[in-house]
């Protein structure tokens, strides 16, 4: 009797202790599956299955489920079993749009931006076009659920000279093209110091000595060679196309050395032609419809990327995706980084350290020179960009 009058004179604090341990052991249960319960989506890839390692806080890496493979945080991409592509319906499609770019101007980032929303797949790696044999750019491409759409990214696609109306719409019916171009001077310096930087990548060098032909940093083969004057006379003379074989590869100790010659800007040195980019707009829109091409500014989606992917997404016809609290961009920092639906950062390109600056007079230079080709991208873009001068030039390698 004793016991039982006890438990009934105390059994307001019992009830409360048990309260309190059971709300403890819901508490712990809750935060230690807390990304369980928070992120469904996104799965921690399992010993025994196809796991993917890597030096990491909890030694595996997150990865997203994105219907046909995992999606890790470094942007790898693995493919399901053939069981679970059959069963889910996945198939290899050609892409409905292309995201082109000036070099060093955004392109991967934003392919990479574009690869988290469900609607959109994209390529792991750069492909190559090739209109002659489609059928090696198909097999690259990686699968799709039936409402996924695939999206393609080569900024190399911004300098084909290789591009007719028939071909493209022969390929691609009804095909859609981003473009994304950003001061370009500020372009080119920004390809100098990557190219100059002791660290630079070996595939970034082999990929611009790809398009070039031959190999980046070499000398002029000839330096007192008369460009044929052809090629750069009347009003349109700084978008002509120039052969490989004119063109100037040579690296020097500075900026200035590198792209002037004779005190005047050098028209076919490479860091200037691929800054050139009315003539690569230009080439496009002969083969595509205006309605079909989106022109944007780097500067603008490094400084709010949700309101760039806002434009691509109505651009393409993608349900709305993205938000604020996605993204932490740099530009000035050369830091881009994903923070949903799986935390992961776009490598950055090395550059020369310090920063070397730019006299006025350079450019000046460069920027009369260019500026016949930011009318042409200016009068197809049928938007407002800023013009050159009104924004600080920032040199960081974009990638």
């Known amino acids: 009797m004793t016991i039982c009058k006890y438990i009934r004179q105390k059994k307001r604090y019992i009830l409360m202790y048990v309260s309190l341990l059971l709300t403890f052991f819901f508490a712990c249960y809750y935060f230690t599956n807390y990304e369980k319960y928070t992120t469904p989506s996104v799965t921690r890839l399992a010993q025994g299955s196809n796991a993917y390692y890597k030096d990491h806080p909890n030694g595996v890496v997150q990865a ?63 492909v190559p076009l090739n209109f002659t044999d489609i059928g090696p750019y198909l097999a690259k491409m990686p699968h799709s659920l039936p409402h996924q759409v695939t999206i393609g990214e080569c900024q190399e696609y911004l300098y084909m000279t290789d591009l007719s109306k028939q071909m493209v719409t022969s390929v691609f019916p009804g095909l859609k093209v981003i473009i994304l171009i950003r001061d370009p001077v500020a372009r080119a ?18 990929s611009i000595s790809k398009y070039l032909h031959l190999p980046v940093g070499t000398s002029r083969r000839d330096p007192h060679k008369v460009v044929k004057e052809r090629m750069w006379t009347g009003k ?31 028209p076919v040195h490479f ?3 691929r800054s050139i980019y009315g003539s690569g707009i230009r080439k496009w829109v002969r083969v595509i419809p205006p309605q079909n091409m989106l022109i944007l500014d780097a500067e603008r989606f490094a ?42 950062c776009v490598e950055p390109l090395p550059m020369q350290k310090p920063l070397p600056a730019l006299s006025d007079e350079i450019v000046t230079l460069l920027r009369e020179f260019l500026l016949r080709s930011i009318k042409v991208q200016s009068k197809y873009a049928n938007a407002y960009f800023p013009h050159l001068g009104e924004n600080p030039l920032i040199y960081t390698p974009f990638r």
Not at 68 to 78: A, E, G, I, R, V
Not at 98 to 125: C, I, R
Not at 189 to 206: G, H, I, N
Not at 258 to 264: D, G, N, P, Q, R
């Open 189 to 206: 310096m920004s390809e100098f110091l990557a190219l100059k930087s002791k660290s630079s990548s070996k595939v970034y060098r082999q």
């Open 303 to 344: 400084q709010s990327p949700v309101e760039t992917l806002e434009i691509v997404e109505r651009f393409l016809g993608l349900s709305p995706f993205y938000r604020k609290d996605f993204f932490s961009f740099d530009l000035s920092k050369g830091e881009f980084c994903f923070n949903s639906p799986v935390r992961s």
């Open 64 to 126: 997203l489920d994105h219907g046909c493979y995992l999606q890790t945080s470094n942007f790898s991409q693995h493919q399901h079993s053939e069981e679970l592509l059959a069963e889910r319906n996945c198939r290899k499609k050609m892409p409905v749009a292309l995201v082109l770019g000036a070099a060093l101007s955004g392109s991967a980032t934003l392919k990479s931006a574009l690869s988290f929303h469900p609607n959109v797949t994209v390529p792991e790696f750069t």
């Open 271 to 273: 860091l200037v032609q």
């Open 236 to 266: 349109n003379s700084q978008l002509y196309d120039t052969s490989p074989d004119d063109i100037h590869y040579n690296l020097e100790d500075t900026f200035e050395e590198t792209v002037l010659e004779s005190a005047k800007i050098d």
